[in-house]
T-cell receptor, first 117, second 113 residues
Framework: GAVVSQHPSWVICKSGTSVKIECRSLDFQATTMFWYRQFPKQSLMLMATSNEGSKATYEQGVEKDKFLINHASLTLSTLTVTSAHPEDSSFYIC?????????????FGPGTRLTVT | AQSVTQLGSHVSVSEGALVLLRCNYSSSVPPYLFWYVQYPNQGLQLLLKYTSAATLVKGINGFEAEFKKSETSFHLTKPSAHMSDAAEYFCAAGTGGGNKLTFGTGTQLKVEL
């Protein structure tokens, strides 16, 4: 159990366009989902925490108007990168927790590679 | 604020040799501690976790880690390295008051013949 999927796994978009990344918990209800960003050869940096039905909580320095997060259901959260620029190119990873799992147990998706040209 | 330090961004071992990846945390309150493995272009897979039960934690793929409060450490070990163990390893800490995880900077493990 505790499977988290992401779609797409890889996306290329042109500068100025928006791209949406989906994160789904396949076999449990994810009351909380997290979005991370990972630059090459670096660690994961938490971007935001989203609770189902509530507004996301963004970490300091993360532009909430640029990285729109929606967690409308217990199995789906989306991250939309608006007006993407080349510096937004990165590996985006989501994680989820919830159900009967302890709050500190996060299960990670496989990640989405975003390249902005 | 919680911080996690992984000593050695790159570790190289011979196949069959002991693997030791170091992790230290900074917290007056023992946190929950995790080791994750990441293969290229993939997400994170949980290897093992410490949640204030047994101090010696066994995980998947033959890995284990020992929580040492006096040293604020949670080092990851495996008695005999396999080529398939070559990957990036992350130590992470979570505090009981919330769900957030703080990650170390990662250690790239290379396994040589």
């Amino acid at each position: 159990g505790a499977v988290v999927s992401q779609h797409p796994s890889w996306v290329i978009c042109k500068s100025g366009t928006s791209v949406k990344i989906e994160c789904r918990s396949l076999d449990f209800q994810a009351t909380t989902m997290f979005w991370y960003r990972q630059f090459p050869k670096q660690s994961l940096m938490l971007m935001a925490t989203s609770n189902e039905g509530s507004k996301a909580t963004y970490e300091q320095g993360v532009e909430k108007d640029k990285f729109l997060i929606n967690h409308a259901s217990l199995t789906l959260s989306t991250l939309t990168v608006t007006s993407a620029h080349p510096e937004d190119s990165s590996f985006y990873i989501c994680s989820a927790t919830g159900g009967d799992r302890a709050s500190y147990e996060q299960y990670f998706g496989p990640g989405t590679r975003l390249t902005v040209t | 604020a919680q911080s996690v330090t992984q000593l050695g961004s790159h570790v190289s071992v011979s196949e069959g040799a002991l693997v030791l990846l170091r992790c230290n945390y900074s917290s007056s309150v023992p946190p929950y501690l995790f080791w994750y493995v990441q293969y290229p272009n993939q997400g994170l897979q949980l290897l093992l976790k410490y949640t204030s039960a047994a101090t010696l934690v066994k995980g998947i793929n033959g890995f284990e880690a020992e929580f040492k409060k006096s040293e604020t450490s949670f080092h990851l070990t495996k008695p005999s390295a396999h080529m398939s163990d070559a990957a990036e390893y992350f130590c992470a800490a979570g505090t009981g008051g919330g769900n957030k995880l703080t990650f170390g900077t990662g250690t790239q493990l290379k396994v040589e013949l």
